[in-house]
Nanobody, 121 residues
């Protein structure tokens, strides 16, 4: 099993910045990708970005969000800048298993509990 714990959410002013972190523990050798989703009220979760083991470890999304992964520490971060009220959502960390390493985890994925990000106008 893999456990994911997010930190760093909270209230920020329009135009401000926040950094979210997610630490994985447990069977981390079974993790292939790690990333971030967000969920707006009444909506489905949507993918922000994910980082695959062995691929680029930093990705920039629309110039405002940067997802980065520290594979050695099993941490994935989400740096958010120039935040807008429409970014207000619950942000979830996500991990997908490596089925070559852990084939018994087929059909399994892992989620953190989510952290609220609120951007005031």
């Amino acid at each position: 099993q893999v456990q994911l714990v997010e930190s760093g959410g909270g209230l920020v002013e329009n135009g401000g910045s926040l950094r979210l972190s997610c630490a994985a523990s447990g069977d981390t050798k079974c993790i292939s990708s790690m990333g971030w989703y967000r969920q707006f009220p009444g909506k489905e979760r949507e993918l922000i970005e994910e980082i695959f083991r062995g691929g680029p470890q930093t990705k920039v999304i629309k110039g405002r969000f940067t997802v980065s992964r520290d594979g050695a520490k099993n941490i994935v971060n989400l740096q958010m800048t120039n935040l807008k009220p429409e970014d207000t959502a619950i942000y979830f960390c996500y991990a997908d298993p490596d089925l070559d390493t852990c084939p018994d985890l087929i059909g399994t994925d892992y989620w953190g509990r989510g952290t609220q990000v609120t951007v005031s106008s």
